[in-house]
């Protein structure tokens, strides 16, 4: 359990009579798509490469920049604090590794044990949201992704993701019934109206 935690507070600060956390917030890789990242000689990111963060069969080089797609799942983290938002701490994350590309290319998201996937505004505070879940990963995980290609997941789908294919077949079966006989219920009630409708609109004739 203890590297499924994460360290969160660093300090507490008053400013201007507000109270603001500061902490180390870990962000995990979900992109799809390669990013480009500026060459130059940083320990740092050097050590990440040859670590095996980012995607080194994918990597090559043109002129001063490289591209590399990061590793899914693969943890990296920024220091931020409860004022800054989702829309800062990616341009943050994205500067930390001279990063080309646009911040707006990309999207914060919570993603839970379940399989529950809710995307962080750009107004909202990334920091306040880990402190709120708990330091515990293994309940949710902070992701970044590519804005046109992460998708929300709400609770009610994600409870069916991890169901092997042969039960979601027999949902699926169970729920074509239910449907079939809700159909043929629907059916005989219109008939039978109809049956009415006919012996009123014959007894006003006659």
Request: proline share 2%; aromatic share 12%.
């Given at each position: 359990?203890?590297?499924?935690?994460?360290?969160?507070?660093?300090?507490?600060?008053?400013?201007e009579g507000e109270l603001i956390v500061e902490g180390l917030l870990n962000i995990s890789w979900g992109l799809r798509r390669p990013i480009r990242l500026q060459m130059q000689d940083d320990n740092e990111r050097f050590h990440f490469v040859c670590a095996g963060m980012w995607g080194s069969e994918s990597?090559?080089?043109?002129?001063?920049?490289?591209?590399?797609?990061?590793?899914?799942?693969?943890?990296?983290?920024?220091?931020?604090?409860?004022?800054?938002?989702?829309?800062?701490?990616?341009?943050?994350?994205?500067?930390?590794?001279?990063?080309?590309?646009?911040?707006?290319?990309?999207?914060?998201?919570?993603?839970?044990?379940?399989?529950?996937?809710?995307?962080?505004?750009?107004?909202?505070?990334?920091?306040?949201?880990?402190?709120?879940?708990?330091?515990?990963?293994?309940?949710?995980?902070?992701?970044?992704?590519?804005?046109?290609?992460?998708?929300?997941?709400?609770?009610?789908?994600?409870?069916?993701?991890?169901?092997?294919?042969?039960?979601?077949?027999?949902?699926?079966?169970?729920?074509?019934?239910?449907?079939?006989?809700?159909?043929?219920?629907?059916?005989?009630?219109?008939?039978?109206?109809?049956?009415?409708?006919?012996?009123?609109?014959?007894?006003?004739?006659?």
């Open positions: 359990m203890k590297e499924l935690m994460i360290i969160i507070i660093i300090s507490w600060l008053q400013e990597m090559h080089s043109s002129r001063w920049t490289l591209v590399f797609t990061p590793a899914y799942g693969s943890v990296t983290n920024v220091r931020v604090n409860s004022k800054m938002t989702a829309k800062q701490v990616v341009s943050l994350l994205l500067n930390k590794f001279l990063v080309e590309n646009k911040t707006d290319e990309f999207a914060l998201y919570v993603v839970h044990e379940s399989g529950e996937r809710t995307k962080f505004k750009d107004t909202e505070y990334p920091l306040v949201s880990r402190v709120l879940h708990g330091p515990c990963e293994k309940i949710a995980k902070i992701f970044i992704l590519e804005r046109d290609l992460g998708e929300e997941v709400t609770y009610d789908v994600a409870q069916y993701i991890k169901f092997e294919m042969s039960v979601l077949d027999s949902f699926v079966k169970r729920l074509k019934e239910e449907e079939e006989r809700e159909i043929l219920k629907l059916t005989r009630k219109y008939v039978i109206l109809h049956q009415c409708y006919c012996s009123c609109y014959s007894f006003i004739l006659e």
